[in-house]
Nanobody, 121 residues
Framework: QVQLVESGGGLVQAGGSLRLACAAS????????IGWFRQAPGKEREFVTV????????DYLDSVKGRFTISRDNAKKTVYLQMDSLKPEDTAVYFC??????????????WGQGTQVTVSS
């Protein structure tokens, strides 16, 4: 069993940066890949990025490549999402999830409650 809690969201101007964190409880954190998804108002939830259990493999949505960086610290049971050069279209609720390394949300078992990211133009 893994419980996930996101933090670090907020309001930022376009071009700015935010660092999200996904903190986990439970002894099996390192068993799971951790993904970030986002959902904007009126839109479906979409994959953003994922990191493998060891942290050696990552995957990114094309629109965030070169701007977002995912990393994990298994000793601290935390995954980070560094978001730079933010754009208004990045505005969404961001969720972290634990499961298989995948772009499909149905492959993830554990979900956090989400954190709001708002980018003003």
């Amino acid at each position: 069993q893994v419980q996930l809690v996101e933090s670090g969201g907020g309001l930022v101007q376009a071009g700015g940066s935010l660092r999200l964190a996904c903190a986990a409880s439970g002894r099996t954190f390192s068993y799971y890949a951790i993904g970030w998804f986002r959902q904007a108002p009126g839109k479906e939830r979409e994959f953003v990025t994922v990191i493998s259990q060891s942290g050696s493999s990552t995957d990114y949505l094309d629109s965030v490549k070169g701007r977002f960086t995912i990393s994990r610290d298994n000793a601290k049971k935390t995954v980070y999402l560094q978001m730079d050069s933010l754009k208004p279209e990045d505005t969404a609720v961001y969720f972290c999830a634990g499961g298989s390394r995948s772009r499909r949300d149905k492959d993830y078992t554990y979900w956090g409650q989400g954190t709001q990211v708002t980018v003003s133009s």
